[in-house]
């Protein structure tokens, strides 16, 4: 924010308005101090708020406000208030303070230095927050990172506009004279343009500190004639800069300016314009807000570039959203002589539904500041409702689609049994959600036992892909199976089984567990342990042995969750196998098959499915054929889905929770980016690769971000060395005050909704196994009821004698007795068998599931 204008509001010593959250701060000198009130709209007047206080010592005398701005701070991303005092005066030296304020009205010291001049023309706070400003045509600029006063090699007449521009940091527009020195001109119209009007606009970057082609902002025709400049929009398209920016002239004029070409313009109601402002009200309107020398102010349209309205004696005006209803609104503080407070005149407004002045009580006025905010709060209820009915429609439409693909596989299954010449069961109406058009017939008890010995044969095509890899000192063998028969199995694992042609030594093998899951997404990739890991075991082959048509030489016992995933792996250590120089291994796959039956229950049966063959030979190796390759292309790594599946399956994996309650974590995506030189997986974006040189080479990361103050840091590394590193290298950049936390048993969010479906799984299992039994004996005594009532009409002619009395009680104590055997119905010993044993494994996994909850 530049300096005021001459004869504006403030001077050194006066006070100093200034928006910030919907708030106005004043700051003023008095008593050798810098002071601060907070005030908000209340009642259509301004006041409440806390206030606060920085000590000058010593400098009381010389003191004075240079100007103030809001600015983003480096440490902590923050936008904060700053504002830059002159210090004391000396023969030779005028001290700078630049403040910056906190939250708790606190002032923090962000540089402090001194110059041989007082600062007067082109002051600015920028970024950082930074001092930039303009002397004897020459730039200079200060903030905490350069710790002293630099200045770039350009010479200038006047800075024109100053502040951030995608790709290229904070920039600097300014006006100098015309060089037409060789090589120089842009192109022939920008030769000419500097030929004619002797000046010229230049842009230059000051993080990059090189020369911008000014020509994309404006022309260099108007040099001479602009007195401020706005940049409304600029961004980077195929490698070009595309700018939306906004002026005004010594001429009286507002011209608008895209992409460098002038597109329209204003004639402005007042002489010499000075400032230039843009404020987004209601509708998406934007408004151009235009402050004059004299003290006048005009707003202009951007939809037609006509003036909408137009004040005199204005001493500041400010933009910010102080009604709070989620758009800007214009502040226009009016020169008063009778009061000495700088809101004792003022006007809101956003040339619509908000208007409000000074002197005039609003408390039963419509739209009032707490009106405004109850009709926010009245909509966005509105429009959770909106969006949870949207969900409960998606929930729907996902449902239906899953219905519509079970249908196409069962009918894929039945074409296979068709032309295999086998029979073909179709599920029951109530296992697929569907109203059944006949009887649904149950079997029998008996008829478990019987169908549990009967096997079913496996689909030859359910391997879509068998590979490996090599990363390090690690064999990485992968399986990717197909999605219709992954979705079948549970508690998969590989084994790797040398051939009995290889069967010469007897190696040590030490064997890890490593879980991958995959989801269908490439972007939603998730490396997760289903369950806790075993220790590491050792494992003695005896390759010697001729009986044994083929040896295991690796078992991975891996129980994995295959809901959504595809790919299972397994991880062994290389060098023993090179101890064969050329080796086979058959790849095994060990799952159980999952069956429904028709009382509900799931019974499943342990199957060993033979992959395929993977060869590995010295040579190979050596010539880097299974190696992972991950190379640059652009801001991409270029790494398959399987060297990707290897690298994380070969690595450590450690998740770090990290908060910070002062700062946000903008600086741990930098740190990926810059420091660690990580780039994303072209296949998966989530997922980075680190391409610094030395030990941290292969590390790879996954930063999620849950709020701005909190996120989740996963790393997969090849050793704690690595880890270590790594963190030392992070504690460098994160705030003091953060707090990292290693996550061991996997996110606490994660695990109580993996908790909840496991209780409720184990409640579904209950239920549905004892209510298939109750319900067989209520049909069974129904049965008997019907078949042996006692008919009204023989009632009558059993009671003429005391002998048929008799005989018709023991006739009705006879059916009791048989109504209450029917009740205590005993049952099948398998039946129950397979009801214990489901429920028991329900049981279990929500057990492991608290435990894991409980460490974590």
């Known amino acids: 924010m530049a300096a005021g204008p001459p004869g504006g509001g403030g001077g050194g010593g006066g006070a100093h308005a200034l928006p910030y959250g919907g708030q106005v701060l004043v700051l003023w000198l008095a008593e050798a101090e810098l002071r601060l009130r907070r005030t908000a709209l209340r009642g259509g007047r301004f006041g409440g708020g806390s206030s606060g206080a920085f000590g000058l010592r010593g400098r009381r005398r010389d003191a004075a406000i240079v100007c103030c701005g809001c600015a983003?701070?480096?440490?902590?991303?923050?936008?904060?208030?700053?504002?830059?005092?002159?210090?004391?005066?000396?023969?030779?030296?005028?001290?700078?303070?630049?403040?910056?304020?906190?939250?708790?009205?606190?002032?923090?010291?962000?540089?402090?230095?001194?110059?041989?001049?007082?600062?007067?023309?082109?002051?600015?706070?920028l970024d950082g927050p930074a001092v930039l400003w303009r002397h004897a045509d020459r730039l200079f600029y200060i903030s905490p990172g350069t710790s002293t006063v630099l200045s770039p090699p350009v010479q200038l007449s006047s800075v024109v506009w100053a502040g951030e521009v995608e790709g290229e940091g904070t920039v600097v527009l300014g006006v100098r004279t015309a060089r037409l020195q060789e090589g120089e001109a842009e192109d022939g119209l920008s030769a000419s343009d500097r030929a004619i009007w002797g000046t010229e606009f230049f842009g230059y970057a000051i993080e990059a500190q090189k020369m911008l082609a000014s020509t994309c902002f404006m022309?260099?025709?108007?040099?001479?004639?602009?007195?401020?400049?706005?940049?409304?929009?600029?961004?980077?398209?195929?490698?070009?800069?595309?700018?939306?920016?906004?002026?005004?002239?010594?001429?009286?004029?507002?011209?608008?300016?895209?992409?460098?070409?002038?597109?329209?313009?204003?004639?402005?109601?007042?002489?010499?314009p000075w400032s230039i402002k843009t404020a987004v009200t209601s509708g998406n309107h934007l408004l151009f807000i235009v402050s004059f020398a004299s003290g006048n102010v005009c707003v202009v349209r951007s939809e037609n570039l006509q003036v909408a309205s137009k004040w005199q004696k204005v001493k500041s005006v400010l933009v910010d959203d102080f009604v709070g209803c989620g758009t800007d609104q214009l502040l226009l503080l009016f020169k008063d002589d009778s009061s000495t407070d700088l809101l004792s005149t003022f006007k809101i407004t956003d040339l619509g539904k908000v208007n409000y002045e000074s002197g005039i009580n609003y408390k039963d006025d419509v739209p009032a500041a707490e009106g405004l905010q109850e009709n926010g709060l009245l909509t966005i209820q509105a429009l959770e409702k909106r969006l949870?009915?949207?969900?409960?429609?998606?929930?729907?439409?996902?449902?239906?689609?899953?219905?519509?693909?079970r249908v196409l596989i069962e009918s894929c299954r039945a074409l296979i049994d068709l032309v295999e010449e086998r029979s073909h069961i179709l599920p029951t109406a109530k296992k697929e959600g569907l109203v059944s058009l006949w009887d649904d017939v149950e079997n029998p008890p008996h008829s478990l036992s019987k169908e549990a010995s009967s096997t079913s044969k496996v689909p030859d095509h359910f391997v879509e892909k068998l590979w490996q890899r090599v990363v390090g000192e690690s064999l990485v063998v992968g399986v990717k199976l197909t999605e219709s028969f992954s979705l079948s199995l549970s508690d998969v694992s590989l084994s790797l089984v040398v051939d009995q042609d290889f069967s010469s030594?007897?190696?040590?093998?030490?064997?890890?567990?490593?879980?991958?899951?995959?989801?269908?997404?490439?972007?939603?990739?998730?490396?997760?342990?289903?369950?806790?890991?075993?220790?590491?075991?050792?494992?003695?082959?005896?390759?010697?042995?001729?009986?044994?048509?083929?040896?295991?030489?690796?078992?991975?016992?891996?129980?994995?969750?295959?809901?959504?995933?595809?790919?299972?792996?397994?991880?062994?250590?290389?060098?023993?196998?090179?101890?064969?120089?050329?080796?086979?291994?058959?790849?095994?796959?060990?799952?159980?098959?999952?069956?429904?039956?028709?009382?509900?229950?799931q019974k499943s049966k342990k199957i060993t499915l033979l992959c395929g063959k993977v060869l590995l030979s010295l040579e190979d190796i050596s010539n880097g054929k299974y190696s992972v390759k991950m190379l640059r292309d652009n801001s991409y790594c270029t790494g398959?889905?399987?060297?990707?599946?290897?690298?994380?399956?070969?690595?450590?994996?450690?998740?770090?929770?990290?908060?910070?309650?002062?700062?946000?974590?903008?600086?741990?995506?930098?740190?990926?980016?810059?420091?660690?030189?990580?780039?994303?997986?072209?296949?998966?974006?989530?997922?980075?690769?680190?391409?610094k040189a030395g030990n941290v080479y292969g590390t790879v990361f996954n930063w999620t971000l849950k709020s701005p103050f909190e996120g989740v840091l996963m790393l997969f590394c090849r050793s704690l060395t690595v880890l270590f590193q790594c963190l030392h290298s992070l504690t460098k950049v994160l705030p003091p005050s953060c707090d990292v936390k290693l996550l061991k048993s996997g996110s606490k969010d994660v695990l109580t909704e993996q908790l909840a479906l496991a209780l409720e799984k184990e409640m579904l299992t209950s239920r549905t196994s004892l209510s298939s039994k109750e319900s067989k004996a209520e049909n069974s005594l129904r049965q008997n009821e019907s078949g042996k009532k006692i008919s009204d009409a023989p009632v009558a002619s059993l009671l003429d004698s005391e002998d048929k009395v008799q005989q018709f009680r023991m006739k009705l104590q006879n059916e009791r007795e048989e109504s209450v055997l029917n009740m205590n119905q005993t049952m099948n010993g398998t039946l129950y068998q397979e009801m214990a044993l489901k429920i028991a494994e329900a049981q279990l996994s929500s057990d492991m599931i608290v435990w894991r909850l409980s460490k974590s």
């Open 640 to 691: 398959s889905m399987e060297d990707i599946l290897a690298v994380l399956a070969a690595s450590m994996r450690f998740s770090f929770q990290i908060q910070s309650s002062d700062f946000t974590l903008t600086s741990v995506n930098s740190w990926l980016l810059g420091e660690m030189e990580c780039t994303p997986f072209k296949e998966c974006h989530d997922y980075m690769f680190c391409h």
């Open 219 to 272: 022309p260099h025709a108007y040099s001479r004639v602009v007195s401020a400049v706005h940049v409304c929009k600029s961004e980077m398209l195929k490698k070009q800069l595309r700018t939306s920016v906004v002026a005004v002239t010594h001429k009286n004029q507002l011209i608008w300016f895209q992409d460098g070409h002038p597109k329209g313009v204003c004639e402005l109601p007042y002489e010499k």
């Open 72 to 125: 983003a701070h480096a440490a902590t991303g923050v936008l904060l208030p700053c504002v830059l005092l002159r210090g004391r005066k000396r023969s030779e030296a005028v001290e700078y303070l630049l403040l910056a304020l906190h939250g708790s009205n606190r002032f923090e010291l962000c540089c402090q230095f001194e110059l041989d001049y007082e600062l007067k023309e082109d002051v600015r706070l």
């Open 505 to 601: 030594i007897s190696p040590i093998i030490e064997c890890r567990n490593k879980i991958i899951k995959l989801n269908k997404a490439f972007s939603a990739l998730s490396v997760s342990s289903c369950q806790i890991e075993p220790p590491p075991k050792k494992m003695k082959l005896d390759l010697h042995s001729k009986n044994d048509l083929k040896n295991q030489v690796h078992k991975k016992c891996s129980k994995i969750n295959l809901e959504g995933a595809k790919t299972v792996t397994a991880v062994t250590s290389l060098s023993p196998l090179l101890a064969f120089h050329c080796v086979c291994c058959v790849v095994l796959l060990h799952a159980k098959k999952q069956k429904h039956q028709n009382d509900g229950l």
């Open 388 to 405: 949870q009915a949207g969900l409960s429609s998606v929930l729907e439409l996902q449902q239906h689609l899953g219905l519509k693909k």
